[in-house]
């Protein structure tokens, strides 16, 4: 038998775009993979046009969705679908080459404090030869110089590795993911709402895999400090353990702390899916939200999520605050301890040399803790997101039998936290300053001046006070971030959620939902918590580093001009690197939006998609747009580390102006200045390198406001209310519900085609309409006209001798109904769904039930009224959800009714009760019935017919069939409905006799 012809499926058009990027990568020399030279061009054109995702370099093979899924095969079936093993067997040895460099970057680190306290020591020992004392600090400085050089190729390394892994886990995660939403049983789908869905695809993915590439630090961190704490007994003696034990107090505080906010991390997790599922909801169903004018109320329903959202996010955010300060102040307070104990009680001096060298091993000390709470939050939500994923990944399946084939908004909020941080940097810097004079005095004064009790007392309070005052500038600080980023979050999201759901339709229509789904993801997640910390982080560094070049300035006096250069390539490299960093971050936002569509369309189409036999397409769908966008973040990471090697490269240079400079100007300044202005060069370096990547994260980052300020910039829809042209309520407008068309065209979007063309006719109050005609015919467009979904080309539509042009889409659209033929029911109360304002009483309620036969089925279920309605009414049959939207429409008494198709996908005898109601409960109200099956409207008082957009009949059904021909006449025949309106006069003349 010949071999069927193989399909080929295009997903878009053939397009201009220019063709891909060869990749580089592999044709790059030695030295260009080691200092990255290779990634320079793509960051040339970034400042030459703007990028496009066919400038970037292809994708690895080696890291394509397909070959990795084909890569973790075995260990997951090994490991019985174990996570963490499966990751652990395939990348163990990337995993021990990270270590080792990770192991090579801290001992480099260590270099720092040794080589201070060498210097010191030796440029303080005035019984030595000068040239000796010389050529030692001389040589201690070049190897601080070559330890930082070593430590920047480390730390690039380092950086490269853990990215393209996490780069390969989330793709495996979201490849698993989809192929289990695609797989799901119906019992399993409802338990998840696509808003979770979309929450684990993405939030919790990212989650799981960053913790995993912080592994590392679970043993670095002890190692660094255990290093650290031995060193500071070889300089403090065994008053080195007094400060230890003030940092065990702590971390063991630290510790409680972390158990808080665990819990309020999961609480922060619960409130972000719910808040994810109304939105989603919300925007998913956004034509039948403002064809019955419920944006209010939707919105409310979304903020309420929000506000709650964000008061778990605030106490999350204030423990946080609370670990911060504990980790902050560690070596502060280990310091005041070790100090005290070894001037006080030991009765030693505290020299220069040993002074500067403590608090640099502090700092080190102090640098891996204040990383343990960024470590233990990212444990906790991985711990969360493991649960949540593995859960899933376990869930029931649908057997195989089973298938059938079938501005910018946030710079003006953080003045008092600027005002807090500088008072912050200043307290600390006094108390840096205070202990250099403390540690001179005892060097020029001698023992007996420095070391008195009232004066070690005095001292050594001084320096407490001002490290405790520190503290609670920091403290102050994290807490009016937190209070100010999320008061500029909350005005962000609350004035996107107006302007969407006041924009028009065919905004919704350009614009897929998962593209909108992103703003409430992603980007409000930045402006939640990275944009907070990230202007509090470069304030911090700003300050700290512009009284730290101050004082080494000053020191080295004119040798402060060698500096300038140094400090110009520092911002040359961060400025050449913004440019590509921000295009790249546009291009991985605009090729995450088709992912997040698909799989939400997907999810929700699974099982169209399993009916005929099409789910090997769409995995090979997913699989594609993954790679599109991991291209996009595999150039991000190249870039990125490019930049940090230059400028860690440019900070080494830095340090070894700084201190060279020290040491050559050593007889003009006293060895307490020397160690204070050497321990702050090893501080600049890296708070230099903070305030740019600062400033590039924050470049980044800020698309993300940018891009909620787009949507709260978009076109809106009609004034809801215009107080001077509405009716006023008492007169009860619509009175009759007569409509006139008076040469009505109408489009959907401004230059598209018109679908409606010069439409005239009118309808008496109280008539029943039936709106007839093919496909594409207009059917469905005369209601949009009707209900405003978009404004007229021309004509007037006039409701009761009132043109709807002229009064607010509120008014209008809250004295209309409509039946649509898909119901859409928002997951909440059954109350909630049939009054929305709460309007009505209980027994107008259950009387609107009875009308439309549901009044048993609501109460056998015990919660009554209060029972809960499922996302999208999936406890609720089709037929049942029409019936609860009749029932809706019932309390509203509204005068105008349509029913679009209304009938379309239930059966005969849901339709003959559908079609009672009508005949009774809408009596006196004009009805307007789009027909995809014509006996339902053989009983209308009138057809209208449509074509092509134009009117071609409009007359009662005996006298359109009554013709020799005709278009209503023809759709008769053609559907067989000709004989049934025969039984149907028959019936009614046997009536009438």
Known sequence: MAASPRRNYATFQPSTRRPAAPNVQESAGFLSRIFLFWVKPLM??????????????????????????????????????????????????????????????????????????????????????????????????????????????????????????????????????????????????????????????????????????????????????????????????????????????????????????????????????????????????????????????????????????????????????????????????????????????????????????????????????????????????????????????????????????????????????????????????????????????????????????????????????????????????????TIYGIRAARNLFDHMTYSLMHAPMRFFDANPIGRVLTRYGGDVAAVDVQIPFMFGTLAANVFSVGCSLATAAFLIRWKGFLLVPVIAVYLAVGSFYISPARELQRLSKTTLSPVLTHMSESVDGASVVRAFGQVQRFFQTSSAKLDANHKIWYAQVYVTQWFSLRIQLVGSLLLLVVTSSLVFLHRQLNVAMIGLAFSYSLKIAANLEGIIRSLTRIETVMISPERMQEYIDIEQEAPYRIPIMDPPAQLEWPTTGSIVFDKVSFRYKEGGALVLRNLSFSVNGGQKIGVVGRTGAGKSSLTMALFRISELASGRVLIDGVDVATIGLKTLREKLSIIPQSPVLFKGSLRAYLDPFDEFTDDQLWESIREVGLAERVAEDESKLLMLVEENGENFSVGERQMLCMARTLLRHARIVVFDEATAAIDHDTDQKLQRVIRTAFAKSTVLTIAHRLDTILDSDRILVLDKGRLVEFASPAELVGKDQGHFLELMREGGYLDTFKQLQETKMASIA
């Not at 505290?350 to 233990?376: D, E, G, Y």
Request: charged share 15%; glycine share 2%; proline share 2%.
């Open 44 to 481: 040339q054109q970034a400042h030459k046009q703007q990028l496009n995702a066919s400038d970037v370099w292809p994708l690895r093979h080696s890291i394509r969705a397909d070959t990795i899924l084909e890569r973790f095969k075995a260990p997951l079936q090994q490991h019985k679908n174990s996570l963490p093993k499966a990751f652990a067997r395939v990348f163990w040895f990337q995993f021990v080459l990270t270590g080792l460099a990770m192991l090579v970057s801290m001992l480099c680190n260590l270099v720092g404090p040794m080589a201070l306290n060498r210097v010191v020591t030796a440029l303080s020992d005035t019984s030595g030869e000068e040239e000796k004392r010389v050529t030692t600090a001389a040589q201690w400085v070049g190897l601080v110089f070559a330890a930082q050089v070593v430590q920047a190729l480390a730390d690039c390394y380092t950086g490269l590795q853990n990215e393209v892994t996490a780069i390969q886990c989330i793709c495996l995660l979201k490849t698993l993911l989809f192929r289990k939403m695609m797989k799901l049983s119906a019992s399993s789908r409802k338990k998840k709402s696509t808003g979770e869905l979309t929450n684990m695809y993405t939030a919790d993915c990212e989650s799981l895999v960053r913790t995993a590439l912080v592994v590392h630090q679970m043993w670095l961190i002890p190692l660094q400090i255990v290093v650290a704490s031995y060193m500071l007994v070889r300089v403090l003696s065994v008053a080195a353990f007094a400060g230890i034990a003030v940092i065990v107090l702590m971390l063991w505080l630290n510790h409680l702390v972390s158990k808080r906010m665990h819990s309020l991390q999961r609480e922060v997790r619960r409130e972000k899916d719910k808040r994810m599922k109304k939105v989603t909801e919300a925007f998913k169903a956004v034509s039948i939200v403002k064809l019955n004018a419920w944006e209010n109320p939707i919105t409310a329903r979304i903020s309420a999520a929000r506000e709650t959202e964000l008061h778990a996010l605030l106490k999350m955010r204030i423990m946080t605050s609370l670990s911060i300060v504990l980790l902050w102040g560690m070596p502060v307070f280990a310091s005041i301890a070790a100090f005290g104990i070894f001037s006080a009680v030991l009765h030693r001096d505290l020299t220069p040399a040993i002074v500067f060298t403590s608090l640099a091993l502090f700092l080190l000390i102090q640098a891996p803790l204040r990383s343990i709470t960024f470590i233990v939050s990212m444990a906790i939500q991985c711990s969360v997101a493991l649960e949540r994923i593995s859960s899933f990944l376990s869930m029931a399946e649908l057997k195989e039998s089973n298938v059938i084939t079938i501005d910018d908004p946030l710079a003006r909020k953080y003045v008092a936290k600027d005002v807090i941080v500088a008072v912050a940097n200043a307290l600390q810097i006094s108390s840096d300053f205070w202990l250099s004079r403390w540690s001179n005095d005892a060097t020029t004064l001698g023992k007996a001046a420095a070391s008195t009790n009232a004066h070690t007392a005095y001292r050594l309070g001084v320096y407490a006070i001002l490290g405790l005052l520190a503290a609670l500038m920091v403290f102050g600080r994290t807490v009016l971030v």
